[in-house]
């Protein structure tokens, strides 16, 4: 009921927004990361958030969560790191990551909210390239 809820405002968030649990494993896909990665929320949902990284952080994301879980160190929690997404299509992009934890009926999940750094950088080595 209330996660129903929750979904209906993920629908509307302009930024792509995705929910994942303890292991991982995507609870909610918002339709901006839908566009941005180009898998659909029903591809997604039960997968690891990890697929949507390039080696070799996909290969060492379960352990960066599990070593958080167990030393309550905090990396990228409420932090941010410019980090590289992979598309559907195999494609990379430079992206901000924004990372937060809730607590939603006794289990806790991870918000990310993610924005595309693509047209920044371009314009950024533009800039370079005049100078
Ligand atoms: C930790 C990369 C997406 C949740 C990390 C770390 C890296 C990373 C490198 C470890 C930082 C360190 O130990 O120095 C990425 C990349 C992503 C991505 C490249 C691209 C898609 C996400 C998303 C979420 C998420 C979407 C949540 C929905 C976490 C959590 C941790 C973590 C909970 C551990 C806590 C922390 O380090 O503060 N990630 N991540 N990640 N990531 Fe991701």
Same mark, same amino acid.
């Given at each position: 009921?209330? %996660?129903?809820? %929750?979904?209906? #405002? $993920?629908?509307?968030?302009?930024? *792509?927004?995705? &929910?994942?649990?303890?292991?991982? /494993? ?10 941005? %990665? ?6 997604? $949902?039960?997968?690891?958030?990890? /697929? ?16 958080? $879980?167990?030393?309550?160190? =905090?990396? #990228?929690?409420?932090?941010? /790191?410019? &980090?590289?997404? =992979? ?11 924004? &990372? ?6 006794? *289990? ?5 909210? #993610? ?14 390239? $005049?100078?």
């Amino acid at each position: 009921e209330n %996660f129903n809820q %929750f979904q209906s #405002i $993920l629908a509307t968030v302009p930024d *792509a927004m995705i &929910v994942i649990d303890e292991e991982g /494993r995507v609870l909610s896909f918002s339709a901006a990361a839908e566009r941005l %990665f180009g898998y659909t929320e029903s591809e997604m $949902l039960g997968t690891n958030v990890s /697929r949507l990284m390039p080696s070799p952080e996909q290969e060492q994301h379960d352990d960066y969560i599990r070593q958080y $879980l167990l030393t309550g160190v =905090k990396r #990228i929690i409420g932090i941010g /790191r410019t &980090v590289t997404g =992979k598309r559907a299509d195999g494609s990379t992009f430079p992206m901000e990551l924004a &990372v937060g934890e809730a607590i939603t009926e006794g *289990a806790r999940v991870f918000t990310g909210f #993610i924005r595309d750094l693509t047209d920044k950088q371009e314009a950024e080595a533009r800039i370079d390239a $005049l100078r």
